[in-house]
């Protein structure tokens, strides 16, 4: 069974920097995309981060230049350094991957993590 399990996030003061993890597990045979996605409350969720297997990297307008994804290809995990955050940051963030099972005749499904927070607040 493939499962997304993050880590990282917390409270910090505006200006300051968390760093996310999210590691893949389970019986893997390929990850395509990875990514993080973030939804702040009343509003829906959107796409932070995404970086290709071959290190290709799209970011969110609001995002460009403080946050930097990252992935190790070899450990299945992928990170996301945020530096500069503001208040409007602040959202659950979710890890998102592109998965292809091991197992005879799976097919590649998007996996999601089960989220973790992150409050900028001063």
């Known amino acids: 069974q493939v499962q997304l399990v993050e880590s990282g996030g917390g409270l910090v003061q505006p200006g300051g920097s968390l760093r996310l993890s999210c590691a893949a597990s389970?019986?893997?045979?390929?990850?395509?995309?990875m990514g993080w996605y973030r939804q702040a409350p009343g509003k829906q969720r959107e796409l932070v981060a995404v970086?290709?297997?071959?290190?290709?990297?799209t970011y969110a307008d609001s995002v460009q230049g403080r946050f930097t994804i990252s992935r190790d290809n070899a450990k299945n995990t992928v990170n996301l350094q945020m530096n500069s955050l503001k208040f409007e940051d602040t959202a659950v963030y979710y890890c998102n991957a592109v998965i292809t099972p091991r197992a005879y005749g799976s097919k590649s499904s998007s996996y999601w993590g089960q989220g973790t927070q992150v409050t900028v607040s001063s």
């Open positions: 970086i290709s297997s071959g290190g290709i990297t």
């Open positions: 389970g019986s893997i045979l390929r990850i395509n995309n």
